[in-house]
């Protein structure tokens, strides 16, 4: 193909440039637009500057929706990438039905967030239940219900990135290793970490971008409950916007902050990588 | 001699280990499978506990569940939307990918960094304007959604088909247009049955995320149709009160055709899920 096939234009991209200017462009050029007005309707804005910004904290709700998410997000990106890495040291030491222990840590991956949040509420009120009280009796009990649920969720899909990373390691390494004696922790220490790196700055990331977007397990799991203390900043700017805790303009302008935010752990994990490649090459 | 036999003892030690977490994953799916057949009320405080002949209700929650939710409906309804989009997906992105990662000019390269650019987006920030939007015209129907997810889907989906194209060595297409293809049947011809592999990771990546996907469907047709995810939330109702029972036999319900699919082709779906993870 070459320049004079510019007339195949309209067939090859002309559709997908289309929908993707409905679903994504113009949407996403109206919220930077909107959220400097007010407004019902898209069509009946008023500019109202960074009035919209300043209404953001005007109630606690975002706040405690940014806290709890950082909160959220640290806890479980620590607890998920220990555990699916130890796991993934274990599924790779060649023992009988690996492949099996595979297929069942990743299985909760595919489950849907909705789904697996009543899955979760059932559970954890059952447990609860034997001390009197419910999910949504504290915000405690809903933070480490989020993290239970999503360490149950992720384990399996970090656990198999890990077991790629491990796999990838030329194994002559690992056997000079073994011939000069070098003791199982050594080896995990020098060779392995080392050489799994690039395996834990994507899993970081991803566990990082997951959890601070999470929204359909939260909205299952607690909605919430109790009074807004475990909505996370998805569910809140959701509620902003569709359960009358503000106006829609004040909804947007926190979905600007909230992309802001995962474009700006987007763009250091971009650094991050290419600062790696560039040391190594 | 000696170091054998205790590789051997460690290795029985670590499998049982690994036996003991496979059970504690599975126990949350079996506790709901079990309370699906226990009456609504024997399940929120004691959902450890088996059925006994008291509470056992047979296939009751499933019968009540379905029709109280129009659960066939909805099955329905996330079969059709999804396998719809996953292969327009496929089709439209695919043919962008190779046009804009061959004809290279300005407006092509900034198109293919708007894509990329578009996977970073949090839906929060487009979710109200794209609402809006697609009311407008009049696309908050079934046949819309399919539209609104190749727009959704095309960023990550552009993104990877080009990485793949970048790999296929150009006299390919080249003596295809020599011997007197036109570009639409070099596509089809030559293109489409290499992008074979880098397909199978789009086609699941995205019929994953459609299939279990809730809020942008609900806020598009919710009212009108409903998707699993939708009709297992509608579930919880507004008054506070959710039949239990119905709830764990829907749970059930949503999970199966998960699971088949997973069984049936978990190769391609561990391979294509590492593949669309390394998209940095």
Redesign the interface.
């Known amino acids: 193909m070459n320049r004079k096939n510019n007339k195949y234009f309209p067939i090859f991209v002309l559709p997908t440039l289309l929908a993707f200017s409905i679903a994504f462009v113009i949407p996403f050029l109206l919220g930077i637009g909107l959220s400097f007005t007010e407004f019902t309707t898209v069509t009946n804005a008023k500019w109202t500057g960074l009035r919209n910004y300043s209404s953001i904290f005007a109630n606690k709700d975002f706040l405690n929706a940014l806290l709890f998410t950082v909160k959220f997000v640290l806890v479980s990106v620590i607890t998920v990438n220990i555990f699916a890495f130890f796991m993934a040291l274990m599924l790779t030491r060649k023992i009988k039905g690996t492949n099996l222990f595979r297929t069942v840590f990743f299985m909760p991956n595919l489950i849907g967030g909705i789904v697996l949040g009543y899955i979760w509420q059932l559970i954890l009120n059952g447990i609860l239940y034997h001390y009197g009280v419910t999910l949504t009796f504290s915000p405690v009990y809903g933070f480490w219900g989020l993290v239970i649920l999503m360490n149950w969720q992720m384990i399996g899909y970090m656990m198999v990135i890990y077991i790629a990373g491990i796999q990838n390691i030329p194994s002559d390494v690992m056997e000079a290793a073994k011939i000069d004696g070098a003791s199982p922790f050594q080896i995990l220490r020098k060779i392995t970490l080392p050489l799994v790196a690039p395996s834990f700055t994507i899993c970081l990331f991803l566990t990082m971008s997951n959890s601070f977007k999470l929204f359909d397990q939260n909205l299952a799991l607690t909605a919430g409950a109790p009074s807004r203390k475990t909505a996370m900043l998805a569910l809140d700017i959701y509620n902003t916007f569709y359960a009358g805790n503000g106006t829609a303009g004040v909804g947007q302008a926190k979905a600007v902050i909230f992309f802001i935010i995962v474009a700006a752990i987007a763009f250091i994990q971009l650094r991050v990588t290419r600062g790696r490649e560039g040391t190594t090459e | 001699m000696k170091m054998k036999q205790t590789a051997g003892f460690g290795?029985i030690v670590?499998?049982a280990?690994?036996?003991a977490?496979?059970i504690i994953?599975?126990l949350?799916?079996f506790?709901?499978v079990v309370?699906s057949f226990k009456g609504k009320f024997y399940?929120?405080?004691?959902?450890?506990v088996l059925p006994t002949a008291k509470t056992f209700v047979n296939f009751d929650n499933y019968v009540n569940g379905i029709s109280k939710i129009g659960f066939l409906h909805a099955a329905g309804w996330s079969f059709y939307i999804t396998i719809c989009s996953v292969v327009v997906i496929l089709i439209?992105?695919s043919?962008?990918a190779?046009?804009?990662t061959?004809?290279k000019?300005k407006f092509?390269t900034t198109?293919y960094y708007?894509?990329a650019f578009?996977m970073?987006?949090?839906?929060?920030?487009?979710?109200?304007?794209?609402t809006?939007?697609?009311n407008?015209?009049h696309?908050d129907n079934p046949l819309g959604i399919i539209?609104?997810?190749?727009?959704?889907g095309?960023?990550l989906s552009?993104f990877l088909f080009s990485g793949f194209v970048r790999s296929i060595p150009i006299e390919l297409?080249e003596a295809a247009?020599i011997d007197g293809c036109s570009?639409?049947s070099?596509?089809g011809r030559v293109i489409l049955p290499v992008l074979k592999p880098i397909s199978v990771t789009v086609g699941i990546l995205n019929s994953?995320w459609i299939?279990?996907?809730?809020?942008l469907p609900s806020l598009l047709i919710g009212t009108e149709y409903r998707t699993?995810?939708i009709a297992?939330?509608y579930l919880k109702g507004g008054y506070g009160s959710i039949d239990?029972g119905a709830?764990?036999a829907m749970?059930v319900l949503?999970?199966i055709p998960?699971?088949v699919?997973?069984?049936v082709c978990?190769r391609y779906?561990?391979e294509g899920?590492?593949a669309g993870?390394?998209k940095?």
Not at chain 2, 43 to 48: A, G
Not at chain 2, 147 to 152: A, M, S, T, V
Not at chain 2, 211 to 215: E, F, G, I, S, T
């Open positions: 290795n670590l499998t280990f690994l036996t977490l496979s994953f599975l949350p799916i506790i709901v309370n399940i929120s405080e004691k959902p450890f439209f992105a043919m962008t190779w046009y804009i061959r004809v000019n092509n198109l708007v894509f578009s970073v987006v949090p839906f929060q920030m487009v979710m109200f304007t794209m809006k939007v697609a407008i015209l696309l539209l609104i997810y190749l727009g959704f095309s960023g552009v297409e247009m570009p639409l070099t596509y994953m299939w279990n996907d809730y809020l699993i995810p297992i939330q239990m709830m764990m749970l949503a999970i998960i699971v699919f997973y069984l978990q779906i561990i899920v590492i993870s390394v940095g």
